[in-house]
Nanobody, 128 residues
């Protein structure tokens, strides 16, 4: 089992940048595929970005492609989401998610149902 704690959210002006982090507990972080999702009140949680357990493959939602970058540091048990050129519509609670991926370390998972562990989320607010 893994526990996830996000940090780094906050208020930023449109066009600005922000990096959110997700720290995972446990000693097998490198065996987990990771993802970032976001949610605004009244809407379903939506996929933002994902990275394979190996870190070699990534996938992004069309709405953030070219602006957001997901990365991971397995030595620090942490996954990051670097967000640039932020827009007001990026305002949401950002949550990280994990899925044990032993034997499938090159697969990237983009569906909410693929993930079994979730963090509490961190608020990102982009002002216009």
């Amino acid at each position: 089992q893994v526990q996830l704690v996000e940090s780094g959210g906050g208020l930023v002006q449109a066009g600005g940048s922000l990096r959110v982090s997700c720290a995972a507990s446990g000693r097998t972080f490198s065996s987990y595929a990771m993802g970032w999702f976001r949610q605004v009140p009244g809407k379903e949680r939506e996929f933002v970005a994902a990275i394979s357990a190996s870190g070699s493959r990534t996938n992004y939602a069309d709405s953030v492609k070219g602006r957001f970058t997901i990365s991971r540091d397995n030595a620090k048990n942490t996954v990051y989401l670097q967000m640039m050129s932020l827009k007001p519509e990026d305002t949401a609670v950002y949550s990280c998610a994990a899925r044990f991926a032993l034997g499938t370390k090159e697969i990237v998972y983009t569906a909410r149902s693929n993930y079994f562990y979730w963090g509490q989320g961190t608020q990102v607010t982009v002002s216009s």
